[in-house]
């Protein structure tokens, strides 16, 4: 059984950084596609940045283009999610999810494998 593990989230205040890593029981090569997802109290689970593993092409959602950086490290089985300036509205669970089965990346119903999630809040 595939394990996605998050770590690094905590609480920061508006304009910090977090970095997030995501470490995988099996080799990550394995997969296609690998994203974060994020998920705020009483909204629905949205896509925040996705990395294809082979080539390392991201696409990213509008709201954290420029301020987050997804990046993956097929070695040490890593992804990991380089937050900066940070603010409340980036307060939310963020999950790891790999291996996209078909659609819009977007879409967390498509991804086949999850993480249990990591809580990041932002203060303001």
């Known amino acids: 059984q595939v394990q996605l593990v998050e770590s690094g989230g905590g609480s920061v205040q508006t304009g910090g950084s977090l970095r997030l890593s995501c470490t995988a029981s099996?080799?990550?090569?394995?997969?296609?596609?690998m994203a974060w997802f994020r998920q705020a109290p009483g909204k629905e689970r949205e896509g925040v940045a996705s990395?294809?593993?082979?080539?390392?092409?991201?696409v990213y959602a509008d709201s954290v283009k420029g301020r987050f950086d997804i990046s993956r490290d097929v070695v040490t089985n890593e992804m990991t999610l380089q937050m900066n300036n940070l603010s409340p509205e980036d307060t939310a669970i963020y999950y790891c999810?790999?291996?996209?089965?078909?659609?819009?990346?977007?879409?967390?119903?498509?991804?086949?494998?999850w993480g249990q999630g990591t809580q990041v809040t932002v203060s303001s």
């Open positions: 990395i294809l593993v082979g080539s390392g092409g991201t």
């Open positions: 999810a790999a291996d996209l089965r078909d659609g819009r990346w977007s879409d967390a119903t498509n991804f086949r494998y």
């Open positions: 099996d080799a990550i090569d394995h997969y296609n596609w």
